[in-house]
């Protein structure tokens, strides 16, 4: 991600997965990618709840 603020102090990988669990659908300008997915992965098998989101 490009979002200096967000980044600069949080590794790459670890920003990516904590966007996913706030609810972003994609990522773009991901900095490591191989980083990124082993990050997701790795808050899957803890069993991170997802935000839930209320539908109209």
Same mark, same amino acid.
């Given at each position: 991600? /490009?979002?200096? &603020? @967000?980044?600069?102090?949080?590794? $790459?990988?670890? @920003? =990516?997965?904590d966007?996913? !669990?706030? &609810?972003? =659908? !994609?990522?773009?300008?991901?900095? =490591? @990618? $191989? ?12 069993? !991170? =709840? !997802? $935000?839930?989101? /209320?539908?109209?």
């Amino acid at each position: 991600m /490009n979002m200096k &603020g @967000v980044t600069k102090d949080n590794s $790459p990988g670890i @920003v =990516d997965k904590d966007a996913i !669990l706030a &609810g972003n =659908d !994609l990522l773009e300008f991901t900095e =490591d @990618v $191989p980083k990124a997915i082993a990050e997701i992965k790795k808050a899957i098998k803890k069993r !991170l =709840d !997802l $935000p839930k989101r /209320n539908r109209c």
